[in-house]
């Protein structure tokens, strides 16, 4: 029964993407290189590839000629119920989605999305870890994993605003940032809403907290159920527009930043805020204050990088001994100088030359 | 029966056959996908998809294979990234740069090309041969190997080896006549021609695919790929 409703939404998720990522697996191993489960723990049914075999299957009997002949000999066998309930465990318990495997992989498949593929059609069924399972009933009926109700979030707030000696504006109309932290910044780590608060303030930003838009953690989104993952961001979506804000910033973590920018969107069909990951917007307005700052770039490139270690350095130590040769000729030998000392005089005659440019 | 009829019959009708059947199951296949449809994209980009795209090919065609000492995994075991890297590098000079296999392409696309020079293209063989047989060993030892490698993977490796071992073995005049090397060079072709839509050995088309996928996504998000 559970093998139906899960062979079911893999057929109904499987387009021309998913289709053409799975036919170019080349069966080559390489993802497991960059696993940690597998690094850590040496066993192969933790390789990505494993992982997204029952895609595979599902998508081979299903859809390719090859696929149903193998199935009518007998060579490639249906898929049961016991197999599901294995491969839930692997795909839920041994995989973090961090799509490292797509980096290495020589064909550039992306199988981070495809296990999560894989989770959609085990959450359709039900079968999901019971401590999984769990958060996300939390998060459906308090509206956080961890319990942080309406009362919680406020007292917690408050006395966040009294220990650090803080201004955290809350629920103010007309304000051009909503700052969302997640659950467990607000329980386990208020430093962390502290740090923020300040340098929110001092850089003169128009922010506000919100009450209804409080939770920016999706666990709808790590058990891979979609209707969930869309009832969990409309929260957020819909306290932004209460207050009117222009812009969403969330903080630590990059899987809430992808599920607010992509998938929401995507099924919704419009954008409705803008949205921005609090790194983000403070290396922006960093760079803002100090342009001339920027890194060392050909086309977009950081070349040096692509070079092995040894031309690396040599490449390095030859423009560095042509700008000391042009510009100081009397200085100290460059023997005698370390490498900090030089570095930092290198950003000094940059700063130089961009700015007291008249006076030489 | 003789040899010189076999290779008649493997060089003349059996290989347009096998020609035939290559060009509709990879047109058959690519179809197949395209038909699946890919669903729009409302997502507003951050970034460029169609460079990120670029970039990929770029990056999958041109820089990893030469450099691939950039990536983490090239350390743990550099001996099967060169051996990879250098069977298809093989397979492009052979196939493309041989001047045997150019004139065939001459006669079945009418075009032509300079050449390299037989010493060279002989110790890429070589050179070939000997990464197909440490990939096959990896195959064997390696545990993720073991584990994901059916019949499917181990006939895909003797198909391929099979016509780049009889070729060498005809070039250099070593055992057997030269009509019996060159009939079984051809048959295994032909073999090799009727098998490719059937296996993962289509991977050179649906390598467009999947790396253009996954630019996009990198493009999208305005991160290199």
């Not at chain 1, 069966?27 to 390789?47: L, S």
């Not at chain 2, 993977?153 to 060498?168: A, D, H, S």
């Given at each position: 029964?559970?093998?139906?409703?899960?062979i079911?939404?893999?057929?109904k998720?499987?387009?021309?993407?998913?289709?053409?990522?799975?036919?170019?697996?080349?069966?080559?191993?390489?993802?497991?290189?960059?696993?940690?489960?597998?690094?850590?723990?040496?066993?192969?049914?933790?390789?990505p590839?494993?992982?997204?075999?029952?895609?595979?299957?599902?998508?081979?009997q299903?859809?390719?000629?090859?696929?149903?002949?193998?199935?009518?000999l007998?060579?490639?066998?249906?898929?049961?119920?016991?197999?599901?309930?294995?491969?839930?465990?692997i795909?839920?318990?041994?995989?973090?989605?961090?799509?490292?495997?797509?980096m290495?992989?020589?064909?550039?498949?992306?199988?981070?999305?495809?296990?999560?593929?894989?989770?959609?059609?085990?959450?359709?069924a039900?079968i999901?870890?019971?401590?999984?399972?769990?958060?996300?009933?939390k998060?459906?009926e308090?509206?956080?994993?961890?319990?942080?109700?309406?009362?919680?979030?406020?007292?917690?707030?408050?006395?966040?605003?009294?220990?650090?000696?803080?201004d955290?504006?809350?629920?103010?109309?007309?304000?051009?940032?909503?700052v969302v932290?997640?659950?467990?910044?607000?329980?386990?780590?208020?430093?962390?809403?502290?740090?923020?608060?300040?340098?929110?303030?001092?850089?003169?930003?128009?922010?506000?907290?919100?009450?209804?838009?409080r939770?920016?953690?999706?666990?709808?989104?790590?058990e891979?159920?979609?209707?969930?993952?869309?009832?969990?961001?409309?929260?957020?979506?819909?306290?932004?527009?209460?207050?009117?804000?222009k812009?969403?910033?969330?903080?630590?973590?990059?899987?809430?930043?992808r599920?607010?920018?992509?998938?929401?969107?995507?099924?919704?069909?419009?954008?409705?805020r803008?949205?921005?990951?609090?790194?983000?917007?403070?290396?922006?307005?960093?760079?803002q204050?100090?342009?001339?700052?920027?890194?060392?770039?050909?086309?977009g490139?950081?070349w040096?990088?692509?070079?092995?270690?040894?031309?690396?350095?040599?490449?390095?130590?030859?423009?560095?001994?042509?700008?000391?040769?042009?510009?100081?000729?009397?200085?100290?030998?460059?023997?005698?100088?370390?490498?900090?000392?030089?570095?930092?005089?290198?950003?000094?005659?940059?700063?130089r030359?961009?700015?007291?440019?008249?006076?030489? | 029966?003789?040899?010189?009829?076999?290779?008649?019959?493997?060089?003349?009708?059996?290989?347009k056959?096998?020609?035939?059947?290559?060009?509709?199951?990879?047109?058959?296949r690519?179809?197949?996908?395209?038909?699946?449809?890919?669903?729009?994209?409302?997502?507003?980009?951050?970034?460029?998809?169609?460079?990120?795209?670029l970039k990929?090919?770029?990056k999958?065609?041109?820089?990893?294979?030469?450099?691939?000492?950039?990536?983490?995994?090239?350390?743990?075991?550099?001996?099967?990234?060169?051996?990879?890297?250098?069977?298809?590098?093989?397979?492009?000079?052979?196939l493309?740069?041989?001047?045997?296999?150019?004139?065939?392409?001459?006669?079945?696309?009418?075009?032509?090309?300079?050449?390299?020079?037989?010493?060279i293209?002989?110790?890429?063989?070589a050179?070939?041969?000997?990464a197909?047989v440490?990939?096959?060993?990896?195959?064997?030892?390696?545990?993720?190997?073991k584990?994901?490698?059916?019949?499917?993977?181990?006939?895909?490796?003797?198909?391929?080896?099979?016509?780049?071992?009889?070729?060498?073995?005809?070039?250099?005049?070593?055992?057997?006549?030269?009509?019996?090397?060159?009939?079984?060079?051809?048959?295994?072709?032909?073999?090799?021609?009727?098998?490719i839509?059937?296996?993962?050995?289509?991977?050179?088309?649906?390598?467009?695919?999947?790396?253009?996928?996954?630019?996009?996504?990198f493009?999208?998000?305005?991160?290199?790929?």
């Amino acid at each position: 029964m559970e093998t139906n409703v899960v062979i079911n939404t893999f057929v109904k998720e499987t387009g021309g993407s998913v289709a053409s990522q799975l036919e170019a697996c080349t069966r080559c191993g390489m993802c497991a290189e960059a696993c940690h489960f597998y690094q850590a723990t040496g066993n192969p049914e933790y390789a990505p590839v494993w992982k997204i075999e029952l895609l595979k299957r599902a998508y081979e009997q299903r859809f390719t000629l090859i696929g149903k002949m193998k199935l009518a000999l007998g060579i490639d066998k249906r898929i049961t119920d016991e197999e599901i309930s294995h491969f839930s465990q692997i795909v839920y318990e041994a995989c973090t989605m961090c799509n490292k495997c797509s980096m290495v992989c020589p064909m550039g498949i992306q199988i981070g999305p495809l296990i999560h593929e894989v989770r959609a059609g085990f959450s359709d069924a039900g079968i999901v870890p019971a401590d999984l399972m769990a958060a996300v009933n939390k998060q459906v009926e308090e509206g956080s994993p961890l319990g942080v109700t309406d009362d919680v979030y406020e007292s917690r707030m408050e006395w966040v605003a009294d220990e650090w000696e803080v201004d955290l504006p809350m629920d103010v109309k007309g304000a051009d940032t909503l700052v969302v932290f997640s659950s467990i910044e607000v329980m386990k780590f208020p430093e962390n809403i502290a740090a923020i608060a300040k340098i929110l303030n001092t850089a003169g930003e128009k922010w506000t907290l919100s009450t209804h838009a409080r939770e920016v953690v999706n666990f709808g989104f790590y058990e891979g159920n979609a209707e969930r993952t869309k009832m969990f961001l409309k929260r957020v979506f819909d306290g932004a527009v209460e207050l009117g804000v222009k812009k969403i910033v969330v903080t630590e973590c990059g899987s809430r930043l992808r599920c607010l920018a992509l998938d929401f969107l995507q099924s919704d069909g419009r954008p409705r805020r803008d949205r921005d990951h609090s790194h983000r917007w403070a290396d922006r307005r960093i760079s803002q204050s100090r342009p001339h700052q920027v890194k060392r770039r050909c086309a977009g490139w950081e070349w040096n990088h692509y070079l092995p270690r040894c031309l690396q350095d040599s490449a390095q130590r030859r423009s560095h001994q042509g700008t000391q040769n042009r510009t100081e000729p009397s200085g100290p030998t460059r023997l005698q100088r370390n490498v900090t000392q030089s570095r930092r005089s290198n950003l000094l005659r940059r700063w130089r030359r961009r700015h007291c440019h008249q006076r030489s | 029966m003789n040899w010189t009829d076999v290779l008649t019959f493997a060089r003349g009708p059996l290989f347009k056959v096998a020609l035939l059947f290559f060009i509709a199951g990879m047109a058959y296949r690519l179809v197949r996908v395209l038909f699946l449809g890919y669903s729009p994209d409302k997502v507003p980009a951050r970034g460029s998809k169609l460079g990120g795209a670029l970039k990929s090919y770029l990056k999958g065609i041109i820089a990893w294979p030469f450099i691939p000492w950039v990536k983490n995994t090239f350390k743990k075991n550099p001996l099967i990234y060169i051996a990879g890297g250098l069977f298809h590098l093989g397979l492009f000079v052979i196939l493309v740069l041989g001047t045997a296999h150019m004139l065939v392409w001459k006669s079945l696309l009418g075009i032509s090309w300079p050449t390299l020079p037989l010493p060279i293209v002989d110790w890429m063989a070589a050179v070939t041969i000997i990464a197909m047989v440490i990939l096959f060993i990896n195959r064997l030892i390696n545990p993720v190997l073991k584990l994901i490698s059916g019949p499917a993977e181990y006939l895909n490796m003797l198909i391929v080896f099979l016509p780049m071992v009889t070729g060498y073995i005809m070039t250099h005049h070593l055992w057997f006549p030269y009509e019996v090397l060159y009939s079984l060079h051809m048959l295994s072709v032909d073999l090799l021609l009727i098998w490719i839509p059937l296996s993962r050995i289509s991977h050179f088309m649906f390598y467009f695919f999947s790396k253009a996928i996954h630019g996009a996504d990198f493009g999208k998000r305005a991160v290199e790929p």
